[in-house]
């Protein structure tokens, strides 16, 4: 059990100090005289930065899972090269062509007069996806080799830089431009990156040259990455869905700004429990039942803190720390309620979902994610015209109805292939 707290711990933190910057930067946009505009335009361009670089996310589980050797490592490392490549091409095409306002006013549904100030906080997110392929790929070797508490390390010092910053442009009265935040988060990812390059590097060094599973080729990555990629392709659908609905409430402005705030709140949470399924690779096949009383912990610890936080008992935080106050306030509290669902069933999915990559079959995870996007696309819509008066409450509402059919989905489709599995064994065997 300590192993698997001292592996676990390291990645949580790292990833709740994350989801911490984020919390950040709303509350230095928060104290705008704007702040409505300024959290709007910053949130939905770094919504879709965030889309974007799913697949860097799927790098990192690559690299974990293969990047146990140096010729191996080179394999993922010209992976992730290809997809830089392709993710810089479109990051381009949205900040600098004309194409890109078109897509946050059509597609994201944001207002006309917002338009001009959400390209902008794109353009300084532009780049930013070398930064988190570096990153990724290197955490993987970090992770395989069970050195997570430099992922702490890196994210630390991110966090400590993010504040430094923060305090400064409060001090001198900038916080009335979305460019501001973005700036913030990408020193802090800069940051971050430079220690686990770092890191990583000294620890490829000590790798074989070669293992018995060595993968020479990128097409051998592919039936574990290629799954993984499709369900970040289905969860793109979402986020500009969820963003484009709420643009269509009553008060869509009040609304964005909500769903920004609470969400971030919610990732706190929600990443730090977002490496089960790396516990799941490095020790379930040894200790299962210890894994098991990690994740029934962490499923009950998730929606207790989203809960207190919507709580009278969480006013230190929204109103002291974020600076919320009034509709927006309200507007938050009833969003967390909502996403407290979801953080109380997101451990057991992400636990599926490493037992479907411990034994290498990632499209059970495709099968659940596109089940939870068709839902999640179907129930926006009825919401939208039926219930405008929620507001950002439509976002939390669907989300938690969809969570408990994603894990529905994934827990039936890994029992299929269990039992899939146990009828070839038993015909091999006779």
Same mark, same amino acid.
């Given at each position: 059990m300590l192993r698997i707290i001292f592996f676990y711990v390291p990645m949580g933190t790292s990833a709740l100090l994350a989801a911490l910057t984020h919390v950040i930067i709303n509350g230095v946009l928060a104290r705008s005289p704007h702040p409505d505009i300024t959290i709007s335009s910053y949130?939905?361009?770094?919504?879709?930065?965030?889309? /974007?670089?799913l697949p860097m996310n799927i790098v #990192?589980?690559?690299?974990?899972?293969?990047? $146990?050797? #140096?010729?191996?490592?080179g394999t993922v490392a010209r992976l992730t090269g290809v997809v830089v490549v392709i993710l810089l091409t479109i990051s381009v095409v949205i900040g600098w062509t004309p194409l890109g306002a078109m897509l946050f006013h059509y597609v994201f549904g944001v207002k006309e007069h917002l338009v001009v100030p959400t390209v902008q906080v794109y353009q300084v997110l532009a780049f930013l996806y070398v930064l988190t392929a570096l990153r990724s790929l290197f955490q993987g070797v970090i992770i395989n080799q069970l050195r997570t508490g430099w992922m702490t390390v890196g994210m630390a010092v991110r966090v400590g830089l993010m504040f430094a910053m923060s305090w400064y442009f409060i001090h001198v009265g900038w916080t009335d431009d979305g460019r501001i935040g973005a700036w913030i988060f990408v020193v802090g990812v800069a940051i971050e990156c430079v220690v686990a390059v770092a890191e990583g590097l000294s620890l490829r060094r =000590? &790798? !074989? *040259? $070669? #293992?018995? *599973? %060595?993968?020479?080729?990128? !097409?051998?990555v592919l039936p574990f990455y290629l799954p993984l990629l499709y369900s970040s392709l289905f969860l793109v659908l979402l986020n500009p869905s969820i963003q484009a609905a709420l643009n269509m409430t009553q008060d869509p402005t009040l609304a964005v700004a909500a769903y920004a705030v609470a969400i971030q709140l919610a990732n706190m949470v929600a990443w730090f429990c977002a490496s089960v399924h790396q516990i799941v690779l490095q020790f379930y096949a040894e200790q299962r039942k210890n894994v098991l009383i990690v994740v029934t912990a962490l499923s009950v610890?998730? !929606?207790? /803190? /989203?809960? %207190? @936080?919507?709580s009278p008992a969480g006013g230190w935080l929204l109103e002291g720390v974020l600076g919320l106050h009034g509709p927006l306030l309200a507007e938050v509290k009833v969003l967390l309620r909502y996403l407290a669902v979801q953080s109380c069933l997101f451990p057991w999915i992400d636990f599926i979902a490493g037992k479907c990559m411990l034994i290498g $079959?990632? $499209?059970?995870?495709?099968?659940?994610k596109i089940a939870s996007v068709g839902c999640s696309l179907l129930l926006l819509a009825v919401c939208v015209y039926t219930l405008p +008066? &929620?507001?950002? +409450?439509?976002?939390?509402? @669907?989300?938690?109805?969809? =969570? !408990?059919?994603? &894990? /529905? @989905? &994934?827990y039936l489709w890994y029992r299929r292939m269990e039992r899939k599995a146990a009828q070839e064994t038993k015909a091999v065997s006779a």
């Open positions: 949130a939905v361009a770094l919504s879709l930065s965030f889309l /974007l670089d #990192r589980q690559a690299s974990s899972k293969f990047a $146990k050797d #140096r010729t191996s490592f =000590a &790798l !074989p *040259e $070669k #293992r018995e *599973e %060595t993968v020479t080729r990128i !097409p051998q610890l998730s !929606p207790s /803190l /989203l809960i %207190t @936080v919507s $079959k990632t $499209k059970s995870i495709m099968a659940s +008066g &929620l507001n950002g +409450g439509i976002a939390g509402l @669907v989300t938690a109805v969809v =969570a !408990p059919l994603e &894990l /529905l @989905v &994934l």
